[in-house]
């Protein structure tokens, strides 16, 4: 059975740091795409980040390049996503997601095809 476990949100003040984990279950990391997600209230979901688990190249939209790193662990099976210099717009919840198209995450892109989900996780950025 499939399943992708987010944890690590919480609530942390502007500039702040928050590591989220995606738990992956009954996957082998190097043969998805996996993507980071988000949503904010009243808003559509969007993407933020991705890592192609056959070669690992990594793309990040502009908004949180510079501030976040994806990054995985195939030994634990589990994607991550550090936030650093988080920003009060950085107040979402945050799903992972993969893909078997590994096209679904190249360098320059980040396609929305992906196939599993995870429930997500809330980041919340306040004073």
């Not at 476990?5 to 590591?19: H, I, R, T, Y």
């Not at 990391?29 to 190249?57: H, M």
């Not at 679904?104 to 004073?127: D, E, F, L, P």
């Amino acid at each position: 059975q499939v399943q992708l476990v987010e944890s690590g949100g919480g609530l942390v003040q502007p500039g702040g740091s928050l590591k989220l984990s995606c738990a992956a279950s009954g996957f082998a990391l190097n043969t998805y795409a996996w993507g980071w997600f988000r949503q904010a209230p009243g808003k559509e979901r969007e993407a933020v980040s991705c890592i192609n688990g056959r070669d690992g190249s990594t793309y990040y939209v502009p908004g949180v390049k510079g501030r976040f790193t994806i990054s995985r662990d195939n030994a634990r099976n589990t994607v991550y996503l550090q936030m650093y210099s988080l920003e009060t717009e950085d107040t979402a919840v945050y799903s992972c997601a993969a893909a078997t198209d590994l096209w679904a995450c190249t360098t320059r892109t980040i396609k929305r095809t992906y196939n599993y989900w995870g429930q997500g996780t809330q980041v919340t950025v306040s004073t």
